[in-house]
């Protein structure tokens, strides 16, 4: 059974933070504890921060902290390499880690009250909230919109999953500066019953199987995804896929208690649900009576988005071609342009601000380029898709460019179905892409495809135990192939791992870090 947590919140007010003892679980590295700890320092509360990771892994975060002249540092206590039961049976409060599961914790069981960084800012906050969830597309979803708003004039801010905590712009928002927030399905599960999240605007992405290796179940996993819209009304919007699901991972109508509903999709399931307006979003024009956005090609053979409203008399343009590669950015930004559409932004200025956006980091970010000094015609253009950890997003890389590519992918495995990946590697279906060639980062996923690459006969190099070895591997195969190969033109290296990066790296922003940084210093 999921942990439900308390409707009510042990601060009255902001204000009652003030003396209030509060402890936090997880210092971290991503700017989550960090931003807890100068929220609640600054509010007046005692912070006690404990972490189990070591004083020299968490240095630069506590150096920030240290070296920030504006924070009472004599309030503040640090319990570094261990928890004490006594820290958070002692506190009025405890700020939970997403990544920590309650089931099972003494620690959290010990506490008299749990909040998170979103909890609190969504408790005292009186922004409007623009939220998005799923399992791929989050991210780049998240970035879009407020790129567009920020280039329409809002003045909105962008936090959640995307590694910015919403506690530390919480002074500078006001009831006209939308707030974009990235929810994880571990966030989403930290607000359960609490009743604090009613965003105006609630998008999920497309849905495939992530973090098995938590919840055992699809049907546990997107519960999680549904609180997104479950204290939503109908003044608020919903936008949901309107496509089939992956094959195999559609819902169970049994299961979900939504007999004689139509359940045959997520996207269905999730419409049949929220008491929001809803619209949907598809790569073909949506059924009759159905509103929301599809993909078509115009009459000139080009991309385009429409949008078809409830009153509206006849469908509008609101995108065209993007700078950013790949179908499934086609389908994120589509999204990002009906969010603006709904907060007032015409369709030209839609269309001309989302087709200057030129995506984000670590996903499918195009960042270096390398010409051989033995064939300078032929450019190596190097792209870091770290955040792809699921399957699904490395075999959606591999299509994203219109040709066959070097993929640079494996890594640590989270109990999920490869297939899709498979399939693209070993070339099962003729109507994709195939892989150009193929270089293995060693990891426990990476374990798993080996047997499939080659009961095929799929060509692979690797696996390498580091990115230097597998990145000095490439060079030399790069370097060889021009010897017999002096054509002009480029060609695509993309790092798309399609698994965690436990192990090997802090995170997997770590991790694209790394590989850029011994990308541009090797090439």
């Not at 979803?141 to 708003?149: A, F, H, P, Q, R």
């Not at 105006?200 to 996993?221: A, F, L």
């Not at 999204?335 to 984000?360: C, D, F, K, T």
């Amino acid at each position: 059974m999921a942990h439900v947590y308390s409707r009510t919140c042990v601060f009255k007010s902001v204000e009652d933070i003030k003396g209030k003892h509060v402890t936090i679980m997880g210092l971290g590295l991503n700017g989550g504890g960090e931003a807890a700890v100068r929220f609640f320092l600054k509010k007046g509360a005692f912070v006690t921060v404990t972490d189990k990771k070591t004083q020299e892994q968490l240095k630069a975060t506590i150096d920030s902290l240290e070296n920030d002249a504006t924070l009472d540092k004599s309030r503040l206590t640090y319990r570094i390499g261990e928890h004490k039961i006594e820290d958070f049976e002692k506190a009025d409060c405890v700020i939970k880690n997403p990544g920590v599961n309650y089931e099972g914790n003494e620690y959290l069981a010990a506490a008299k009250a749990i909040e998170t960084d979103l909890s609190i800012f969504l408790r005292f906050t009186n922004a409007p909230i623009i939220a998005v969830t799923g399992s791929k597309g989050k991210s780049s979803t998240v970035s879009s919109i407020y790129y567009g708003l920020k280039q329409a004039g809002y003045n909105c801010f962008m936090g959640g999953n995307i590694t910015v905590s919403p506690l530390s712009f919480f002074d500078e928002v006001t009831p006209d500066s939308p707030v974009v927030l990235e929810l994880s399905s571990w966030q989403l599960a930290d607000l359960r019953g609490r009743g604090v999240l009613k965003p105006h605007i609630s998008i999920i992405t497309k849905i495939v199987p992530d973090h098995q290796n938590w919840y055992h179940s699809m049907e546990k996993y997107v519960a999680d995804k549904r609180l997104i819209y479950a204290d939503q009304s109908k003044g608020d919007y919903s936008i949901f896929d309107a496509e089939d699901d992956e094959p195999g991972t559609s819902p169970d109508s049994n299961e979900q208690g939504n007999a004689g509903l139509d359940c045959s999709t997520w996207g269905n399931l999730f419409a049949s649900e929220s008491k929001a307006t809803v619209f949907r979003y598809g790569k073909s024009k949506l059924k009759d009576g159905c509103y929301g956005v599809w993909q078509e090609i115009d009459e000139k053979g080009n991309f385009c988005g429409k949008v078809l409203l409830p009153g509206m008399t006849e469908e509008k343009v609101i995108l065209r071609e993007l700078t950013v590669p790949g179908d499934h950015m086609r389908t994120n930004v589509l999204n990002a342009a009906l969010v603006l559409y709904l907060m007032g932004v015409e369709p030209e200025r839609i269309i001309s601000i989302l087709g200057n956006w030129q995506g984000i980091e670590h996903r499918l970010q195009y960042f270096h380029s390398w010409h051989s000094p033995k064939n300078v015609n032929k450019e190596y253009k190097f792209f870091n898709d770290t955040c792809a950890t699921v399957p699904e997003a490395a075999a959606a890389a591999t299509q994203a460019f219109g040709k066959p590519v070097i993929l640079l992918t494996g890594g640590t495995d989270k109990g999920l179905v490869l297939n899709p990946l498979i399939q693209v590697l070993t070339n099962k279906k003729p109507e994709e892409i195939a892989v150009k060639s193929i270089y293995l980062l060693k990891g426990s996923a990476t374990d798993r495809l080996l047997p499939y690459l080659d009961s095929s006969n799929t060509v692979y190099n690797g696996p390498y135990d580091s990115l230097d070895a597998l990145l000095t591997a490439l060079k030399q195969e790069l370097e060889e192939k021009v010897d017999g190969n002096l054509s002009a033109g480029s060609e695509v290296v993309v790092f798309s791992p399609g698994a965690t990066s436990f192990g090997m790296f802090n995170n997997e922003f770590d991790r694209g870090e790394q590989f850029m940084n011994k990308v541009k210093a090797l090439f």
